[in-house]
């Protein structure tokens, strides 16, 4: 019994150095909240004034909040959509080459520019989407006017959709592809001797067996409907897309960090936060209802 | 799976490739054209002459930025953030993880601390909580602002205690009746084990710090202390300033390279460490993807 004891003591200390850390970093902020429901002011810090609700009803008085998250949501759900749709796609005809290098060749290209940061895409962006640059160039010889792919607000949230897809539609690719590997390939035999084509096959086999796949990466990308891409749209938007581009966490980051309205910012981040939270919850149970998958 | 030879499969098969040729080249074309840009000589860049190969071959944008000033200090900080930033991750995420895979009757309270943990994956404070504990822990214009918010990522940490979990008990129970202790066990036993999943998880949070930008920008007053990245993410506005505040002959400099070449080649190079690594990530990836999803 003491042995065991002094076994477990071992494995509780090992614990300690980050659940130190998670509890700062983590944990306080949760406190820190408490500024939402507060006047802040930086001297007094978390013992500001207290004034309840006050900074929610302001915030939601707000049109300019309000459009930030109808702004949120119509990017966020288009790109989830092209999110899903693109990579399966993708995928399906990826699995048609027979060629193993061919495949590897595609598969490596596609997925590149999913490592790389947003603010290296933002410097790429702006200098092919320009009125002069590269993109506009090939349209003009198709006779197509020039277009103002980031400073038009109607054209904007698409210019963002479009190239967030862009940038990550080759993690989807490899995650259906690594599905679409394990299917048996007894099955195209069988269905071959019955007299199946390629297009059958796809739709009687390939789909069914890649559907928990695709319902398992769409319920999981659910917690992200609140987020529509802060570092993407951060690097490519200006004061003359706000009406169409601005998020929710852009403008919290006005408001909180450039502005210092700390209480109105940390009111927002927390409206965000539960939701997100509800999302997350929600996709989660989901994902194990659905697909059996758990996070541990 | 079965070959078949008729003329629409021919057809198809020449559609699919041509389809996937062109969706590949997309994905690698902004690249093409930034490297071009970056050879380029300024006058041809600015008459919009350079699409993909450079005109007026000139190396000069390189040059500017490894000749000294921001770009190398922050590379410098940069390569700091990802030794230092990496090694505490993998440390805190394998003394987590291995208490964590043991069941509750070994670890007392396994239950909660894994709540403790995931709790932080569903709901967090927010932007402006988490700034102001980092200013309130003295850490502003510290590397460790940089690197202690997100000392242990929990979701990888999870992946690495799901593998754990997948090794042999045989293993540790031989070990136990040796007499070895918890911590022998781990390091002696369990690390060498571990090395595949720590390669999966390690490069990713390789990449995760090189990527990272927006902390820097939010936690260092002094652009001295950004790393690349956040560094990169100032020039996307202001390259011209960074022009004039080199001090040698503005004119004659301007000759020779603009704001668009001299941005091209500080974004590729920012790039460059990504490319290095990318065929490492790439041969761990699908393991990765086997790791995260254990399915119960």
């Not at chain 1, 951060?234 to 009406?243: D, G, I, K, M």
Request: hydrophobic residues 50%; contains cysteine.
């Amino acid at each position: 019994m003491l042995r065991k004891l002094r076994q477990q003591r071992a494995f509780h200390l090992m614990l300690v150095p980050s659940i130190i850390l998670v509890f700062i970093f983590s944990y306080l902020p949760f406190y820190g909240l408490v500024i939402a429901f507060q006047d802040y002011n930086p001297g007094l810090g978390f013992h500001s004034p207290w004034v309840g609700m006050e900074n929610f009803e302001h915030v939601f008085k707000q049109e300019k909040f309000l459009r930030t998250i109808w702004n949120t949501l119509y990017m966020s759900i288009f790109k989830l959509l092209g999110g899903i749709f693109v990579p399966v796609i993708f995928a399906l005809l990826l699995n048609e080459v027979m060629r193993a290098a061919f495949k590897r060749t595609f598969q490596t290209l596609v997925y590149i520019p999913n490592f790389l940061s947003w603010v290296i895409m933002a410097g790429i962006m702006i200098d092919i989407l320009a009125s002069d640059g590269i993109v506009n160039t090939f349209l003009g010889l198709l006779g197509v006017k020039p277009i103002s792919f980031l400073g038009s607000p109607s054209i904007f949230p698409w210019t963002m959709i479009v190239t967030d897809i862009w940038k990550g539609f080759g993690f989807g690719t490899v995650v259906y592809l690594a599905a679409l590997t394990g299917i048996d390939p007894g099955l195209y035999e069988a269905a071959l001797i019955d007299g199946a084509n390629r297009w059958k096959q796809t739709i009687y086999i390939t789909l069914p067996l890649l559907a928990p796949t695709i319902i398992l990466m769409a319920v999981l990308s659910l917690g992200n409907v609140m987020n529509a891409g802060f570092d993407q749209i951060y690097n490519l938007y200006s004061p003359a897309v706000y009406e169409s581009g601005d998020i929710i966490d852009t403008y919290v980051y006005r408001l909180g960090i450039v502005q210092a309205q700390y209480s109105i910012g940390t009111a927002i981040g927390l409206f965000k936060s539960v939701i997100t939270c509800i999302l997350v919850v929600l996709s989660l149970v989901l994902a194990k209802k659905a697909a059996g998958y758990k996070i541990y | 799976m079965v070959q078949d030879k008729s003329l629409g499969r021919k057809l198809f098969l020449i559609a699919n490739y041509s389809i996937l040729f062109l969706t590949s080249l997309f994905c690698i074309l902004p690249f093409v054209n930034l490297l071009a840009v970056s050879f380029s000589g300024s006058a041809a860049v600015a008459a919009g002459d350079v699409v993909f190969w450079p005109v007026d071959f000139t190396t000069k944008a390189y040059e500017f930025a490894l000749e000294g000033g921001q770009f190398l200090q922050s590379f410098w900080v940069s390569t700091q953030r990802v030794v230092l930033g990496t090694i505490v991750n993998l440390i805190l995420m394998v003394l987590t993880a291995y208490p964590l895979s043991k069941t509750k009757e070994k670890v007392m309270g396994r239950g909660i601390y894994m709540g403790f943990f995931v709790l932080t994956m569903l709901f967090n404070g927010g932007l402006i909580p988490s700034y102001l504990i980092v200013v309130k822990a003295g850490l502003i214009d510290s590397i460790w602002s940089l690197i202690l918010p997100g000392a242990m990522p929990v979701y990888s940490m999870i992946i690495l205690m799901n593998f754990i979990r997948s090794l042999p008990e045989e293993i540790e129970e031989s070990a136990t009746i040796d007499g070895a202790g918890p911590m022998q066990i781990l390091i002696r036993i369990l690390l060498p084990l571990l090395k595949p999943a720590l390669a999966t998880v390690g490069l990713f949070t390789i990449v995760g710090h090189w990527n990272s930008w927006f902390d820097g920008i939010i936690y260092m007053n002094n652009p001295d202390n950004y790393p690349l990245q956040s560094y990169l993410q100032t020039l996307l506005l202001s390259f011209d300033q960074i022009m004039l505040r080199a001090g040698t002959d503005y004119s004659e400099l301007l000759a020779q390279m603009n704001v668009r070449t001299g941005r091209a080649a500080q974004l590729f190079l920012g790039t460059v460490p990504i490319l290095v690594v990318y065929p490492f990530l790439q041969k761990y990836f699908t393991k990765g993807l086997v790791l995260g999803s254990v399915k119960g």
